[in-house]
């Protein structure tokens, strides 16, 4: 006869408490617990991979975009640059312009300079042209006759007559063209101008005029007692009338002569001359240059 056991009544487990493998080797269940923890981050470090992917994508994204704006700005300054190349281009093309319009004008006024003298010649012949008939009588004072209160052209005529009657030229009132005083910026009597009517007929006079005074000594040249003019006697200077530019020409060609040891200098037909010493070739002075070219010899 079997006998059926009835299994034992199961205990309550008991409460597990530190092992005395715990208790006497802490150090060696630290060490596991370090383990296992080792053991869970191994375990996670796909996630962290997952993260990194992650991160780099964000960073190719981020790089990328700066790439981007590196290229755009890279793309702006391109165009700037050649703005700025356009600009300085255009500049250079206006400065080129404004260069070439400066050449023209200057000369133009070249040009316009020998326009301007070619004319300034041709109005000093036409005014010696003018003039070739005329004469200009110096340092008589104005003579009144009858009372007069103004000189007249008939007094003036009247003493250009008796000028020519003591150099032993024939003059007639059909002779003078015109006559008449000048004002000027010397002080004394007011020159007169006489026109004639021929060449001839001024030469005349003035080659008269010479011949008188190289005869006579100085104290009795030409002056005021042979014209019959009253008063202190003053010496009478007689010449051809000569436009204003040779008029200073001839002024400074007569310092000239006396700072360079010249004996002559005179005017011919509005033309201004010098001579060195009797006998040597006459200079014909045209302008101040040829004043400074003589002074170098």
Not at 231 to 258: C, D, H
Request: proline share 5%; with cysteine.
């Amino acid at each position: 006869m079997s006998h059926q056991r009835s299994p034992p009544p199961t205990s309550p487990a008991p409460a597990t408490g530190p092992t005395l493998y715990e208790v006497c080797a802490p150090e060696i269940c630290e060490s596991d617990t370090a383990s296992e923890r080792s053991c869970s981050r191994n375990v996670s470090v796909r996630n962290k991979r997952r993260h990194g992917d992650d991160d780099i994508k964000e960073l190719k994204g981020l790089i990328s975009s700066l790439t981007s704006k590196v290229d755009q700005s890279f793309l702006e300054l391109k165009q700037k640059n050649t703005e700025l190349k356009e600009s300085l281009q255009f500049m250079s093309d206006k400065y080129d312009l404004i260069l070439k319009t400066l050449q023209n004008l200057q000369e133009e006024r070249a040009d316009d300079k020998k326009t301007i003298q070619k004319l300034e010649e041709k109005i000093e012949f036409l005014e010696r042209k003018n003039r070739s008939t005329s004469l200009e009588i110096r340092n008589i004072p104005i003579c009144l006759q009858d009372d007069k209160k103004f000189e007249s052209k008939e007094d003036a005529s009247l003493i250009v007559k008796t000028l020519a009657k003591a150099v032993e030229v024939d003059i007639q009132d059909c002779d003078i063209k015109d006559i008449y005083r000048i004002q000027t910026n010397r002080e004394g009597s007011k020159p007169i101008i006489v026109e004639l009517n021929s060449v001839l007929k001024k030469d005349k006079i003035v080659l008269g005029v010479k011949n008188y005074n190289r005869k006579k000594p100085n104290e009795d040249k030409l002056n005021t007692r042979h014209l019959n003019i009253p008063g202190p006697v003053k010496p009478v200077y007689i010449s051809e009338a000569l436009t204003p530019n040779a008029q200073k020409l001839f002024y400074a060609a007569r310092q000239f002569a006396r700072e360079n040891g010249y004996m002559y200098c005179w005017t011919s037909h509005g033309s201004v001359f010098l001579r060195k010493a009797e006998g040597e070739p006459q200079t014909r002075i045209e302008s101040a240059i040829n004043l400074k070219l003589l002074a170098k010899k």
